[in-house]
């Protein structure tokens, strides 16, 4: 039968078109009891609104696209839903999708939305390249990119968080407790976070007059296998550390699994059970994060034309025990 259209509704409550299409739209000039009756027939015949024809007119779809890494991450899932919620206070939707860390998927999934005509996007970039924004930037998309910065010669909105520091404040905690081998196991040097971490963990080294010695050094993609090995060989070592240090949750999850002797630890990011099981974490704010990326986005489509910003939100280091002597998981 097909879905009913506004001349159906102007039927079965025996008023004009164009009364119809003023009740629809919230436009003034329509008797209460006649609009009511509008009303009534739109509800008994399932009719709604086709927003195709409003975008036409406004050139605005009220929607936004967001590209993240994993949406099966925790940390990314409390990004999302942040950036959703200041979406939806908008009267926007919002598409998402996961790059797995693959540019050309980033690419691909950018370029999906925007040939959905989207009005912004946030994005966490997988890569470094985003001239292929420049089209789409230029026909007066907006763009914010969260947690990495873009790597154009662009300047466009960021929100990153404070990742070297927290890393810093982290490693010299261990350095607090007598630590002075101290190993780093986090993702792969590509990515830029896993960078900034790596750069604050020499930080902190430098900073106690510590040598900073390679072999304590494990990078690479936070998979079990992966980490299981960088931790046996670590631990192998003629001077192995006394202290780890990991980049991410799921590194330090994979991290616990594979310890099989006690050893202090802290981790980059907080995670379901850390609390429980007594880790100490560097926990930034995924959901503050998604906020203020969402924020600037809306700012721009209300007409900000002020230079890009560059936010970048702090970490807090928060004490549960694993860092203050040695972890134990049994």
């Not at 209460?32 to 015949?45: H, M, Q, S």
């Not at 860390?101 to 390249?129: K, M, Q, T």
């Not at 780093?184 to 976070?193: G, L």
Request: hydrophobic fraction near 40%; proline fraction near 6%; charged fraction near 20%.
């Amino acid at each position: 039968m097909g879905r009913p259209t506004m001349n159906d509704v102007a039927a079965a409550a025996g008023v004009a078109l164009k009364t119809v299409s003023r009740v629809v739209n919230d436009e003034p000039g329509v008797n209460p009891a006649t609009a009511d009756r509008v009303r009534a027939a739109i509800e008994r015949l399932g009719y709604r609104r086709n927003d195709s024809a409003a975008t036409l007119r406004s050139g605005r779809t009220a929607s936004i696209g967001l590209v993240i890494e994993d949406a099966a991450d925790p940390f990314y899932s409390g990004l999302s839903r942040a950036v959703e919620d200041v979406a939806l206070r908008h009267g926007y939707l919002m598409f998402t999708g996961s790059s797995s860390e693959d540019p050309a998927r980033e690419r691909e999934l950018v370029l999906a939305f925007c040939a959905r005509r989207v009005d912004g996007l946030v994005i966490v970039p997988a890569g470094n390249d985003h001239e292929y924004l420049t089209p789409e930037l230029d026909a007066g998309i907006s763009a914010v990119f969260a947690d990495r910065p873009s790597g154009s010669g662009r300047d466009l909105d960021t929100v990153l968080c404070d990742n070297a520091g927290g890393a810093r404040s982290g490693v010299a905690h261990l350095i607090a407790h007598g630590h002075r081998r101290i190993g780093f196991i986090a993702d792969a040097p590509s990515i830029f976070t896993a960078t900034q971490r790596w750069y604050g963990y020499r930080q902190a080294l430098t900073q106690a007059e510590l040598p900073y010695d390679p072999a304590l050094i494990a990078m690479g993609p936070p998979e079990p296998a992966r980490v299981l090995a960088d931790v046996e060989r670590l631990l192998a070592l003629p001077d192995p550390p006394t202290a780890l240090f990991t980049g991410n949750g799921r590194t330090t999850v994979a991290t616990l699994r594979a310890l099989n002797r006690p050893i202090a630890l802290v981790g980059f990011d907080d995670f379901d059970l850390a609390d429980l099981l007594g880790i100490t974490v560097v926990a930034q704010n995924p959901a503050g994060l998604g906020k203020a990326a969402a924020d600037l986005l809306f700012s721009r489509l209300s007409g900000n034309r002020e230079p890009a910003q560059r936010r970048e939100l702090p970490t807090q280091l928060i004490t549960r025990g694993s860092g203050e002597g040695v972890f134990r998981l049994f």
